[in-house]
């Protein structure tokens, strides 16, 4: 009875091995919160989440307007030196793709995707 329980533990850890995403160093070592640096003539903090996982959570709060905020889920990885994050659509903003290039404390925006603002820089400082 021990040995088969035994063999079914080592069979669950061996599938769930496959399943469960693995953490680089590299994404370990970027994980955490990034606020956009401000922009001109916009009342709006925009929060970026990255956790070691390979999730990410975007929140948009428009300062003095109601809905307060937007969260946007989904997923990141390092490619090439660049953070690649693809976001779902949700109330209030449609689905995202970037391409952000990675420096000391901040990540740089360098491809834009097709958003209304999508021509704008962002620089997200850690904090």
Do not use: C
């Amino acid at each position: 009875m021990n040995q088969r329980m035994t063999i079914g533990a080592v069979v669950l850890l061996i599938a769930a091995s496959g399943v469960i995403p693995h953490s680089s160093p590299e994404m370990a070592a970027l994980a955490g919160s990034y606020t956009l640096l401000s922009r001109a003539n916009v009342d709006q903090r925009i929060t970026l989440v990255l956790v070691k996982d390979g999730s990410a959570k975007l929140t948009t709060e428009a300062l003095g307007e109601k809905p307060a905020s937007t969260t946007q889920m989904g997923v990141w990885n390092v490619e090439g030196g660049a953070v690649k994050l693809a976001l779902t659509a949700s109330s209030g903003a449609g689905a995202r793709q970037m391409t952000l290039s990675i420096q000391e404390d901040s990540l740089v925006r360098i491809e834009n995707d097709s958003t209304p603002e999508g021509g704008e820089n962002w620089t997200f400082r850690r904090r």
